[in-house]
């Protein structure tokens, strides 16, 4: 049996090394996309968040790549 790649707050936390505010901040500020990185646990809007550990972890480091030109100014 595959375990659910949806974690609970606390979980996805502590996988992806933030606090459960930071997950948050990210949810609400819509770093986050609905359906996709999170969901409600069920159809209420007081339920539990779950978030999908790998999407979230694959979505902040697409927000926060930079390129080769941010890293080293051009000389010229």
């Known amino acids: 049996m595959n375990p659910s790649p949806w974690l609970t707050a606390p979980q996805a936390a502590a996988a ?3 606090s459960i505010s930071t ?3 990210w949810r ?4 986050l996309v609905p359906g996709e990185d999170w969901m409600r646990k069920w159809p209420s809007g007081k339920s539990p968040v779950l978030y999908h550990g790998e999407r979230v972890q694959r979505r902040i480091a697409a927000l926060t790549a930079r390129s080769a030109d941010e890293l080293e100014p051009v000389l010229g």
């Open 28 to 31: 609400t500020q819509g770093l």
């Open 23 to 25: 997950l948050y901040r």
């Open 16 to 18: 992806l090394s933030v």
